[in-house]
C-alpha cells in the first residue's frame, strides 16, 4: 500500500468524486424525480427542489463513503479493488470519515428544512446505507440490500414532494421496480469478484448457487421489475380514468425499451462493463421518461 501524499485541492476534489463515484448519480437521480412525479399535485417551488437535491447528494454520497470505509479491507484483499481510494492509499482513513460526517449533516440539516416528519425518518435510508456493506460477510441475500437502498430513492421523492403523502400508490410500485432492478444487476456486477470472493470467503449469489443459476435468479429479478413498471405506469395513466390516447402509446414505448434494455443487461452479462454501467443509466432515465408520458396521459401535470 503506497501512503496519501499532499495534493493540490483540484486533485482532491477529483480523487474525493472518484472515491464516491458521483457519476452514480445517474442511477438514483431519475428514480428521485420518477417518485416526484408518479403523482399529480401543486407544483414545487425552486426553493423546495433544492432542498430535494441537496438531501438526494448528502444521503447518496454518504451511502458510498460507508461502503466504501466498512469495505476498506476487503477491497484490499480483492484484486479488482485494490485501487479504490482507500486500500490504494490516495485517500486517508481521515479524510473518508470527515466525508462521511459533512455528507450526513447535508443530508439531515436538509431533512430538517424540508419539515419536521422528514427529519424524524431521515434515520431510516441511513440505516439501510450503514447495514447493507455488512451483508455480504453473512449471506448471499446481500444483493437486496443494495436493491433497498435504491428503493428508497422514488419513495423518498414522493415524500419529499407530496407532505401528504396521499397517491403513494404508483411510488411504492416504482420502489418495487428498482428493488427488482438494481437486485438484480448487483447480482450480474458479483459476477466480476466471484473468484476472490471464494477466497476470501465473500457471500454472493454467485458463490452461492454459481454463475449460471445466479444470473437466472438475476433475470428473475428483472421480470418481477418489468411487471412492477407497468403497474406503475398504469396506476399513473390511469389515475382520472381514461387516458390520453398518444401519451398512453409514447408511456408504453418507453416501457417497452425499458424492458428491451433489462432484456439485454442479461444478455451482456459477459460484458459487465456495457451491462452495469452504460446500460443501467439508459434504464433510469427511460423509466423517468415513462412516469413523464404516464402523467400526460392521466392529463399533465
Given at each position: 500500500m503506497t501512503s496519501a501524499t499532499p495534493a493540490l485541492p483540484a486533485d482532491r476534489l477529483r480523487t474525493y468524486a472518484s472515491f464516491v463515484r458521483f457519476e452514480h448519480t445517474l442511477f438514483s437521480l431519475p428514480l428521485i424525480l420518477a417518485g416526484v412525479f408518479s403523482v399529480g399535485g401543486p407544483s414545487l417551488d425552486a426553493w423546495r427542489w433544492r432542498l430535494i437535491a441537496v438531501a438526494a447528494v448528502g444521503a447518496r454520497t454518504a451511502a458510498m463513503t460507508l461502503n466504501r470505509v466498512i469495505d476498506r479491507h476487503i477491497d484490499a484483499r480483492n484484486p479488482r479493488t485494490q485501487v479504490r481510494e482507500l486500500p490504494a492509499g490516495r485517500m486517508r482513513l481521515a479524510e473518508a470519515v470527515g466525508l462521511l460526517l459533512v455528507s450526513t449533516l447535508v443530508y439531515v440539516a436538509a431533512c430538517a428544512r424540508l419539515g419536521t416528519w422528514y427529519l424524524q425518518v431521515a434515520i431510516v435510508p441511513f440505516a439501510v446505507f450503514a447495514l447493507y456493506p455488512w451483508l455480504k460477510r453473512f449471506t448471499p441475500l446481500c444483493h437486496v440490500g443494495v436493491g433497498v437502498a435504491l428503493a428508497l430513492a422514488p419513495l423518498a421523492g414522493f415524500a419529499a414532494a407530496h407532505p401528504d403523502l396521499v397517491g403513494s400508490t404508483a411510488a411504492l410500485w416504482i420502489g418495487v421496480f428498482a428493488l427488482g432492478w438494481v437486485t438484480g444487476f448487483d447480482i450480474i456486477y458479483a459476477t466480476l469478484d466471484e473468484a476472490s470472493d471464494r477466497a476470501n470467503g465473500i457471500h454472493s449469489m454467485v458463490v452461492w448457487l454459481g454463475r449460471d443459476r445466479?444470473?437466472?435468479?438475476?433475470?428473475?429479478?428483472?421480470?418481477v421489475a418489468m411487471a412492477a413498471l407497468a403497474c406503475a405506469?398504469?396506476?399513473?395513466?390511469?389515475?382520472?380514468?381514461?387516458?390520453?390516447?398518444?401519451?398512453?402509446?409514447v408511456t408504453l414505448l418507453l416501457f417497452k425499451a425499458t424492458v428491451v434494455l433489462l432484456w439485454l443487461e442479461q444478455k451482456w452479462a459477459e460484458d459487465v462493463n456495457l451491462a452495469f454501467f452504460k446500460t443501467n443509466v439508459v434504464v433510469g432515465f427511460?423509466?423517468?421518461?415513462?412516469?413523464?408520458?404516464a402523467r400526460m396521459a392521466a392529463g399533465g401535470f
Amino acid at each position: 500500500m503506497t501512503s496519501a501524499t499532499p495534493a493540490l485541492p483540484a486533485d482532491r476534489l477529483r480523487t474525493y468524486a472518484s472515491f464516491v463515484r458521483f457519476e452514480h448519480t445517474l442511477f438514483s437521480l431519475p428514480l428521485i424525480l420518477a417518485g416526484v412525479f408518479s403523482v399529480g399535485g401543486p407544483s414545487l417551488d425552486a426553493w423546495r427542489w433544492r432542498l430535494i437535491a441537496v438531501a438526494a447528494v448528502g444521503a447518496r454520497t454518504a451511502a458510498m463513503t460507508l461502503n466504501r470505509v466498512i469495505d476498506r479491507h476487503i477491497d484490499a484483499r480483492n484484486p479488482r479493488t485494490q485501487v479504490r481510494e482507500l486500500p490504494a492509499g490516495r485517500m486517508r482513513l481521515a479524510e473518508a470519515v470527515g466525508l462521511l460526517l459533512v455528507s450526513t449533516l447535508v443530508y439531515v440539516a436538509a431533512c430538517a428544512r424540508l419539515g419536521t416528519w422528514y427529519l424524524q425518518v431521515a434515520i431510516v435510508p441511513f440505516a439501510v446505507f450503514a447495514l447493507y456493506p455488512w451483508l455480504k460477510r453473512f449471506t448471499p441475500l446481500c444483493h437486496v440490500g443494495v436493491g433497498v437502498a435504491l428503493a428508497l430513492a422514488p419513495l423518498a421523492g414522493f415524500a419529499a414532494a407530496h407532505p401528504d403523502l396521499v397517491g403513494s400508490t404508483a411510488a411504492l410500485w416504482i420502489g418495487v421496480f428498482a428493488l427488482g432492478w438494481v437486485t438484480g444487476f448487483d447480482i450480474i456486477y458479483a459476477t466480476l469478484d466471484e473468484a476472490s470472493d471464494r477466497a476470501n470467503g465473500i457471500h454472493s449469489m454467485v458463490v452461492w448457487l454459481g454463475r449460471d443459476r445466479a444470473l437466472r435468479v438475476s433475470w428473475g429479478l428483472h421480470l418481477v421489475a418489468m411487471a412492477a413498471l407497468a403497474c406503475a405506469g398504469w396506476t399513473i395513466a390511469t389515475a382520472h380514468g381514461v387516458p390520453d390516447v398518444l401519451w398512453s402509446v409514447v408511456t408504453l414505448l418507453l416501457f417497452k425499451a425499458t424492458v428491451v434494455l433489462l432484456w439485454l443487461e442479461q444478455k451482456w452479462a459477459e460484458d459487465v462493463n456495457l451491462a452495469f454501467f452504460k446500460t443501467n443509466v439508459v434504464v433510469g432515465f427511460l423509466v423517468l421518461g415513462m412516469v413523464l408520458a404516464a402523467r400526460m396521459a392521466a392529463g399533465g401535470f
